[in-house]
């Protein structure tokens, strides 16, 4: 019986023992844990590596790019300066046309009103033309030996049937004559106004 009761009484002792040794088990453990598997380190250092290469890459890639488009910022300035250069001169041009243009029509008027006639020919409208002058006082014989041309021009009135006239006279002079007397000229049909080119009409609103 001593020799049980001794058994158990060590059994006791014993079993706290193995507690108190489970923490510091733990410890260990936790400051020594296991080793990585050297299969796993190599499988990142290799896509460690391949992040870096293509971070490199891009960055490479970034850089060309900036620099193609620097070099396109720069021509199309080139091109821009030179579209400035373009535009200046094609105004300048347009001036100059618009200038010569004008000056031929010094000498001209635009008679509105007249009507037309089927198959109708230049001495035809000119007769008409002189018909609707001569109320000016000017004799037909003069109006007749000034009249360099004339012809049809600009939009038909279908309502009416007419369409502007341009008559052009020998000289500016004679041209400002008849003009000063489009008030003794003008009816309720016929009308007399100044021939004037497109642009300087846009500029008057009449087109």
């Given at each position: 019986?001593?020799?049980?009761?001794?058994?158990?009484?060590?059994?006791?002792?014993?079993?706290?023992?193995?507690?108190?040794?489970?923490?510091?088990?733990?410890?260990?453990?936790?400051?020594?844990?296991?080793?990585?598997?050297?299969?796993?380190?190599?499988?990142?250092?290799?896509?460690?590596?391949?992040?870096?290469?293509?971070?490199?890459?891009?960055?490479?890639?970034?850089?060309?790019?900036?620099?193609?488009?620097?070099?396109?910022?720069?021509?199309?300035?080139?091109?821009?300066?030179?579209?400035?250069?373009?535009?200046?001169?094609n105004t300048l041009?347009?001036?100059?046309?618009?200038?010569?243009?004008?000056?031929?029509?010094?000498?001209?008027?635009i008679m509105s009103?007249?009507?037309?006639?089927?198959?109708?020919?230049?001495?035809?409208?000119?007769?008409?033309?002189?018909?609707?002058?001569?109320?000016?006082?000017?004799?037909?014989?003069?109006?007749?030996?000034?009249?360099?041309?004339?012809?049809?021009?600009?939009?038909?009135?279908?309502?009416?049937?007419?369409?502007?006239?341009?008559?052009?006279?020998?000289?500016?002079?004679?041209?400002?004559?008849?003009?000063?007397?489009?008030?003794?000229?003008?009816?309720?049909?016929?009308?007399i106004s100044p021939?004037?080119?497109?642009?300087?009409?846009?500029?008057?609103?009449?087109?």
């Amino acid at each position: 019986m001593t020799s049980r009761r001794n058994k158990q009484t060590n059994k006791k002792e014993q079993q706290p023992k193995q507690i108190n040794e489970t923490p510091k088990q733990s410890s260990a453990a936790a400051r020594n844990p296991p080793p990585i598997p050297t299969a796993i380190t190599s499988q990142q250092t290799i896509d460690n590596c391949y992040l870096e290469e293509k971070f490199e890459n891009q960055e490479q890639l970034i850089h060309n790019l900036t620099k193609k488009i620097r070099a396109l910022e720069s021509k199309v300035i080139v091109l821009e300066s030179r579209l400035g250069i373009s535009e200046n001169v094609n105004t300048l041009l347009e001036k100059k046309l618009d200038d010569l243009e004008a000056y031929y029509r010094r000498s001209c008027i635009i008679m509105s009103g007249i009507e037309r006639k089927r198959n109708e020919t230049d001495t035809e409208i000119k007769d008409a033309v002189i018909e609707n002058l001569k109320r000016s006082g000017i004799t037909k014989e003069e109006l007749e030996s000034n009249i360099d041309k004339l012809h049809r021009t600009g939009r038909i009135d279908h309502e009416t049937n007419t369409q502007p006239v341009i008559i052009k006279f020998n000289n500016h002079s004679f041209k400002e004559k008849v003009y000063k007397k489009k008030g003794e000229i003008k009816t309720r049909s016929i009308r007399i106004s100044p021939s004037m080119t497109k642009r300087r009409m846009e500029v008057l609103g009449e087109v």
